[in-house]
């Protein structure tokens, strides 16, 4: 069983350019994540899903987009980077049952110069 | 909105010995979940515990226990018999029962352990 599997683990950007996070769960699950790690500090909910075709915005959701076609997959889309999005980003994914384990990605590392 | 706090940014602890890290949560629902996850140098999260909130009997794994106290909103984590592998970044968090059951976490401990 893969899990979460988030595509690419680093990254260097520049300024003003754009990427997108790959996220994919083979778990099944309804309900995906999209969080943030700044250095020494906890995780930020960026965006969320609760299943295919429905998102909402989290906690910092400015300068992020996000989609859900399918169950499996729920990239992050990062426009026009800024130092600011410099982080650790994680994907993640749990059953529609709040007591049951939500599963991460390794994460990516992110750096915008 | 749902908070978390975690009081202690580093605690460390000789290797064998006990160690209790801390965690406050705010919230207004009654039906909800709180977990503790660990973030080792590799960056993985793994759950280490978690604990319903309509029990009252504190959660077990092992090494690792929880002093749940719903009424003070309380949930503190009991590391005992500590081993070089316990050192990380050990994260509290809070899961609503209802809607997208969105984790918010604390801002972590970092937990050293002395040989």
């Known amino acids: 069983n893969a899990g979460v599997t988030q595509t690419p683990k680093f990254r260097i950007l520049k300024i003003g350019q754009s990427m997108t996070l790959q996220c994919t769960q083979d778990?099944?699950?309804?309900?995906m994540y999209w969080y943030r790690q700044d250095p020494g500090m906890g995780l930020k909910l960026i965006y969320y899903?609760?299943?295919?075709?429905?998102?909402d915005k989290g906690e910092v959701p400015n300068g992020y987009n996000v989609s859900r076609s399918t169950t499996e997959d729920f990239p992050l889309r990062l426009e026009l980077a800024a130092p600011s999005q410099t982080s650790v980003y994680f994907c993640?994914?749990?059953?529609?049952?709040?007591?049951?384990?939500?599963?991460f990605g390794q994460g990516t590392r992110l750096t915008v110069v | 909105a749902q908070t978390v706090t975690q009081s202690q940014p580093e605690m460390s602890v000789q290797e064998a010995e006990t160690v209790t890290l801390s965690c406050t949560y705010d919230?207004?629902?009654?039906?909800?979940?709180l977990f503790w996850y660990k973030q080792p140098p590799s960056r993985q999260m793994i759950l280490v515990i978690r604990?319903?909130?309509?029990?009252?009997q504190n959660a077990t794994e092992n090494r690792f226990s929880v002093n749940f106290q719903k009424a003070a909103k309380s949930f503190s984590l009991k590391i005992s018999d500590s081993q070089l592998g316990d050192a990380a970044m050990y994260f509290c968090?809070?899961?609503?029962?209802?809607?997208?059951?969105?984790?918010?976490f604390g801002q972590g401990t970092r937990l050293t352990i002395n040989p």
């Open positions: 993640a994914s749990s059953y529609q049952s709040g007591n049951t384990e939500a599963f």
């Open positions: 778990m099944n699950h309804n309900y």
């Open positions: 899903s609760v299943g295919a075709g429905i998102t």
């Open positions: 919230t207004s629902e009654s039906d909800y979940y």
């Open positions: 604990q319903e909130a309509y029990k009252q």
């Open positions: 968090a809070y899961r609503s029962a209802r809607g997208a059951q969105k984790l918010v």
